[in-house]
């Protein structure tokens, strides 16, 4: 648990205060380096899944206005050990994901718990990609939902350039009208995705779920975005 304190507060502090030199968590090798040092197969940085169901259950509502097709294809953008993913998959029986991350240790130690711990249901309507989240092999327009829990606060620390590269490469895969939730501890005042015209809307929400918060004093967002 101090590890993962640090480095949730190492990522706070590399916003909030100048001066303040934090790991690369926009790193590959960062993460790589994270994962190979966990004994677990799943893991969540912060935020438990279960405490932003509510939220992202009126989420899907919006998303399944942007889908022509019976089915919502979601991509869960920085997947690393969480099971956001899979467990969208067993609130939504509609719903195909996509997990995908950097680091291929992660998506191998996620599928292989996937597979060994929930419903062959569930897990055949999760699917797991290596890739790289700001150029990305996906085709243009193909997911009604894209999920990012702390991703874009992480790759953001790379610099302006990066960001932007991960907001443009997110608004490129999501078809028209599709929905971009970012799920994050950065107040709504320092974040900067709402600015520029890459989305045709842009408005959040606050996650009132301190029992589920892993660190004292945190609080939650999820920033939803429009193509």
Known sequence: MFVEKCVHSA???SRTRRGFHS???SSKSFWNIQYAKKKEQSFEWFIEPDAIMPQLKEV???ADAASAK???RIAHLGSGLSLLGVELAKAFEHANILNIDSSEMAV???EKFVRSHYS????NRCSYMCDDLISTKLACE???LCVDKGTYDAISRGGKTMEQAY?????RILVPGGLFAQISNEPPEMVSFSRGSLWSRYHHVSIDAPSCNRFDGAEYWIYLLTK
């Open 108 to 110: 191998k130690k996620l």
């Open 23 to 25: 790991p690369d968590f």
């Open 60 to 62: 899907m509502k919006e």
């Open 167 to 171: 907001l443009k490469e997110v608004n």
């Open 11 to 13: 990522i706070v502090l």
């Open 70 to 72: 019976n089915n919502i």
């Open 120 to 123: 062959k249901e569930v897990s």
């Open 142 to 144: 193909s997911f009604e």
